[in-house]
């Protein structure tokens, strides 16, 4: 089993661009240490504020690597002083079955 995690929120208006600047840096982390078995993506829904994180862990385990480095502690220092709409996390445990844009194991 793969562990899914989604995260939507919505930010302030005067909070988009510091929250994809902590955003980004999270990314380039995660580009330095490339970590296996994971896919992680951000996306900006149309109205310009709200985001949604997509985690993928492949390997099956529950640790984190994106969730456990010092540029994510600075992400989510203040995350409430900049949402309008608070984080809502959903957690899955999910089997790949098909997928294209992620190197999933063959099942």
């Not at 078995?37 to 149309?46: N, P």
């Amino acid at each position: 089993m793969s562990r899914l995690t989604i995260v939507r929120y919505t930010v302030k208006p005067d909070a988009v661009g510091e929250n994809e600047s902590l955003s980004h840096a999270v990314f380039d982390r995660v580009r330095r240490e490339q970590p296996e078995g994971i896919a992680y993506g951000l996306f900006k829904e149309a109205d310009g504020q709200s985001f949604v994180h997509v985690f993928v862990n492949l390997l099956g385990d529950t640790s984190d690597p994106v969730t456990a480095t010092p540029e994510f502690d600075a992400f989510q220092a203040e995350i409430s002083k900049r949402c309008i709409v608070p984080p809502d996390v959903t957690r899955l445990d999910v089997a790949a079955v098909d997928a294209f844009g992620f190197a999933i194991p063959a099942v």
